[in-house]
T-cell receptor
């Protein structure tokens, strides 16, 4: 049973660039949420996708956008990168309407220089 | 906005000592409560969860947590820790009809052999 997978593992970008991170949910799950975890802090909710639509959004600027595909996988896009965007980006999945328990992937470590 | 507070930033224990980590949240309605653990180099894993029913819940690896509604608390306990319990522990909350998780800042637990 495949868990949540994310790619790439690590990424280094320069200020002002754009980045795309990818996530495949756990088998049987249809909902994907993205979180940002800065060093020494707990994860912060960015947004959630279900049925290819953004259902909820946290307190993040419009530079953060996403997409969900028909196979339930998802992308997180960040435009005009800032130094403060350096963080671990976590993807979590669950089965909508079945359980509130979310399963997390290993994350993508983004470094902005 | 709801928030989650974890009382301790870093806890250092000897093996066989008892562990208790505090977690308080600010949300007046029905909540779902979680404790996640992040072992060094690994992704977030669910330790235990509370949705409803018996306020004393048991999780994996001998951990348990008690939900005290009147105190808005969900403290994690383990009677006797092992060196392998060295990890970062996160308390998380979501409203009863929501999937957005709010995390505490985390507690780093170091167990000395």
């Amino acid at each position: 049973d495949a868990g949540v997978t994310q790619s790439p593992t690590h990424l280094i970008k320069t200020r002002g660039q754009q980045v795309t991170l990818r996530c495949s949910p756990k088998s049987g799950h249809d909902t994907v949420s993205w979180y940002q975890q800065a060093l020494g802090q707990g994860p912060q909710f960015i947004f959630q996708y279900y049925e290819e639509e953004e259902r909820q959004r946290g307190n993040f600027p419009d530079r953060f956008s996403g997409h969900q595909f028909p196979n339930y996988s998802s992308e997180l896009n960040v435009n005009a990168l800032l130094l403060g965007d350096s963080a671990l980006y976590l993807c979590a999945s669950n089965s909508f309407g079945f359980t509130y328990e979310q399963y997390f992937g290993p994350g993508t470590r983004l470094t902005v220089t | 906005a709801q928030s989650v507070s974890q009382h301790n930033h870093h806890v250092i224990l000897s093996e066989a000592a008892s562990l208790e980590l505090g977690c308080n949240y600010s949300y007046g309605g029905t909540v779902n409560l979680f404790w996640y653990v992040q072992y060094p180099g690994q992704h977030l894993q669910l330790l235990l969860k509370y949705f409803s029913g018996d306020p004393l819940v048991k999780g994996i690896k001998g951990f348990e947590a008690e939900f005290i509604k009147s105190k808005f608390s969900f403290n994690l306990r383990k009677p006797s820790v092992q060196w392998s319990d060295t990890a970062e522990y996160f308390c998380a909350v979501n409203p009863g009809n929501d999937y957005k998780l709010s995390f505490g800042a985390g507690t780093t637990v170091t167990v000395r052999a």
